[in-house]
């Protein structure tokens, strides 16, 4: 039916099966097909002995594998699909494979090189994000004290561009700030983030509808990206900042080792040094380094930055005073308001150094933030 003309939702209705099931027939009877045509070719070959139809089954194989070695870097880029692949290699060899023959080729290609499949990285998609294990040291001038900085790292999924710092913890202030220092370190914004399960950043775990925290959320709409956490016992979700993370602790760890710093700003110099070397060394057996990929391709593939950063806020309610004020508690500072706001409950955002009060979403007053009491 379906080689007389017959359109697929036809033969669905006439045979009272599912469109989806309809093709799930149609492409075996593709693959069956294929196989069934290089069988005959063959065969023919056996019987006939004829070097002529070997060798033109021979370098029919041998055109589609020429292409592969290009389809890896290819696939990275953003849009780029197998059956985009296999409509420009249709183009060029009308007697060529068939899609379903095409992937199968390219999939047992990719296992014979040992390729892993499970994540083909776009330029500018994604943007890992993840904390060391092991924690890197100053010393505190003035008392002698030890303080154990928590070792952060970022990895570009595409061009594999590592940025790294030193942060005091990993709660939310620091956590959004390492982020922030890494997207102006790109001089752009990918696509993508893809955190690990930290308590900054996710509030509630899970596989398919994780709680992301509201301000790491709300940084990401600032930037305008989406986030989307590793899953909980899935490894391979972050394997290639996890695999950085132990190359670094080669590059960056071992040098740090036996130095004294007095600064987090001292630490974070010496470390920047050695990710930016990390970054120009040459791929082993390849002529570019994540820093030639990065310039390449995943920097014009980036989105714009915002004109100014985020600014963590502090989110409070209170009740508007009968004098048109509402008190910021933090600072027990008085901010004013319009009148026909008595009596109502109102949001208060307080940032580095302004303050703005929410009345069912609708901002109603801007001020700059006063850390002066009872004013």
Not at 49 to 58: R, V
Not at 63 to 85: A, E, H, N, R, W
Not at 175 to 200: H, M, R, T, W
Request: aromatic share 12%; with cysteine.
């Amino acid at each position: 039916m379906y080689q007389q003309g017959v359109g697929i939702k036809a033969i669905a209705r006439n045979l009272s099966l599912s469109k989806n099931t309809v093709k799930k027939y149609l492409r075996e009877m593709e693959l069956i097909s294929s196989t069934l045509e290089e069988d005959a070719c063959r065969t023919d070959i056996d019987s006939t002995s004829n070097e002529e139809h070997a060798d033109e089954c021979k370098s029919r194989l041998e055109i589609l594998q020429s292409y592969f070695p290009d389809y890896g870097d290819l696939l990275k880029q953003p849009g780029m699909t197998l059956q985009v692949l296999w409509l420009r290699y249709k183009e060029v060899h009308k007697d060529g494979y068939e899609y379903s023959q095409f992937c199968h080729h390219y999939q047992k290609y990719n296992v014979t090189r040992q390729a892993v499949m499970h994540f083909e990285h776009e330029y500018g998609d994604r943007l890992y994000l993840d904390f060391a294990g092991k924690k890197v040291p100053y010393v505190e001038p003035g008392t002698g004290e030890i303080i154990e900085c928590e070792f952060f790292v970022a990895v570009q999924g595409g061009s594999q561009e590592t940025y790294a710092r030193a942060s005091l913890s990993q709660q939310k202030a620091d956590f959004i700030e390492c982020v922030q220092d890494a997207l102006f370190y790109y001089g752009g914004v990918p696509k993508v983030l893809i955190p690990d399960n930290l308590k900054s950043a996710v509030t509630k775990a899970s596989r398919y509808d994780p709680t992301l925290n509201e301000d790491f959320l709300s940084m990401a709409n600032h930037y305008q990206c989406t986030v989307m956490p590793a899953r909980s016992l899935k490894p391979r979700d972050k394997s290639l900042v996890e695999r950085h993370v132990a190359i670094l602790y080669t590059r960056v760890f071992t040098r740090l080792h036996g130095r004294t710093f007095f600064s987090l700003n001292e630490l974070n110099e010496a470390i920047s040094k050695y990710v930016e070397e990390h970054n120009n060394m040459l791929f082993q057996g390849k002529e570019y380094s994540r820093r030639i990929l990065f310039n390449t391709y995943d920097k014009e593939a980036l989105s714009p930055l915002p004109a100014t950063r985020f600014e963590l806020k502090d989110f409070v309610f209170a009740t508007v005073m009968k004098n048109c004020h509402v008190q910021y508690r933090v600072d027990k500072h008085y901010y004013s308001v319009p009148y026909r706001y008595i009596g109502e409950k109102v949001k208060v955002a307080a940032g580095v150094s302004t303050v703005e009060i929410y009345h069912k979403n609708t901002r109603i007053a801007l001020h700059a933030r006063d850390r002066r009491p009872y004013k």
